[in-house]
């Protein structure tokens, strides 16, 4: 142990003073170490404080390095958020000024395209009017005027050229352009023969290629008129009065003779129907030469009847409800009947009505058919007369036409006048205008003025 100022715990004279002495000795050991334990405890507290300094001066300066970063990195943020919706406006306007220009485009593109499609439409129509013009009739739609014959004659070595001048100096043709270039589609072009040839107004061009293309025939000829509503006797009869051929070949070609047209095909074949070609062979005037044949002429009548029969009558009978041979019934009945052209439309309104109600027609022009004689008047017993073209006996239409019809009662039958009307009488004895009634007592009373007007 060590001395305390000079003395030696050994020398102590008594445990009395040895234990002062230690406690002496431990109380400044203690103080000793307290003393070292502040000085070491202010020594690392100044420690501690400088390094709490020094950490709170190092979190500051991060704290302003993070501050720092984030200022810095907020503005380069903010700058480059602003920068982003800068460019995102410029790029939606820019997407926007293209949208604009693509949709101007399109505008311009869809206009252009369109303009282009009507152009493109105008030359199509005007290119298949002109082709459709080639191929239709040159004298389409021909009512009430049948025509008129021309004679022509084509010289020996003329050209196609030539001979549609020719044709349009007669009025036979409306342009030398269009007859020779459907010449030369239709290869006709160069097969013209020379010759005397009656043409007529109402030919097509097809028609008188066909015919020139035949060569012409002998110079005498002779005009044979049938009127119209003229029956296969009746014409039969007038050729054998002008010495052209007998009534019997006319009518035995009439019934057997073989004619390539459309219209024919469908032509019912019952053995009842008194005549084949019955209501087909048209009404007109014909130029004939000498030695014509009954199959010649019958195929001119033929002809005509083909000219007539345009695409407006054949667009009408498509929106119809009746073929071709019924209209042609009704036509001849209307011709055999009714003389006043007024009165023709207003005649097949009747039959219409008439056939819509499932009456008989009871019309005394097919009950004189029937019978083969013409009179003026018809008896009782006339009407028990038992044929398949007596419509007192029959329901609906006759079994075929009783005369050749025209072209107006042809119209007539077409397009019926839309009236209630369901019979008609002579107004009186000796006219030819009738009475029309929706009752039938109207028809009675309007019958009994008639029977008076005999007497």
Known sequence: MEEKEGHNYNSLDNEEEKTRFLREMFSEEQQLNKTYQQQTLQQQ???????????????????????????RHSSRTQSARASERQYREEGRKNLERKRKQKK??????????????????????????????????????????????????????ASTSDIAEILKEKDLIKSVFRFKLESKLNNYDGTF???????????????IMELLQKGGEAEETYQLVIPEGFTVDKIAQRLQEQDIMTAEEFINEV????????????????????????????????????????????????????????????????????????????????EA???????????AGVIKNRLEQGMKLQIDATVLYAQGTTKDRVMESDLEYSSPYNTYQVEGLPIGPISNPGSAALEAALHPEDNNYIYYVVEKYGSSNHVFTETYEDFMKARENYLASRE
């Open 104 to 157: 101007k485009q399109r505008r311009k593109k869809m206009i252009s395209t369109l303009l282009l499609l009507l152009i493109c439409i105008g030359l199509c129509l005007g290119a298949f009017q002109f082709f459709r013009s080639l191929m239709m009739p040159s004298n389409p739609g021909v009512a009430t005027d049948v025509g008129e014959d021309v004679a022509v004659t084509i010289p020996k070595g």
């Open 45 to 71: 507290n100044r420690v501690s404080r400088g390094e709490r300094t020094q950490q709170r001066q190092t979190r500051q300066n991060q704290t302003r390095q993070r501050q720092t970063k984030q200022t």
């Open 337 to 347: 009947e009714i003389q006043v052209p007024e009165e023709r439309a207003r005649a």
């Open 193 to 207: 023969q020379q010759g005397n040839y009656t043409l007529n107004t109402s030919m097509t061009h097809q028609q």
């Open 255 to 334: 019934n057997t003779g073989e004619f390539d047209y459309e219209f024919l095909k469908d032509l019912p074949t019952s053995t009842e129907r008194r005549y084949k070609l019955e209501g087909y062979l048209f009404p007109a005037t014909y130029t004939l030469y000498d030695g014509v044949t009954a199959h010649e002429l019958i195929d001119k009548m033929l002809q005509r009847f083909e000219i007539e029969y345009t695409q407006n009558i054949k667009d009408s009978l498509e929106q119809s409800e009746h073929t071709l041979d019924e209209i042609v019934i009704m036509a001849s009945i209307i």
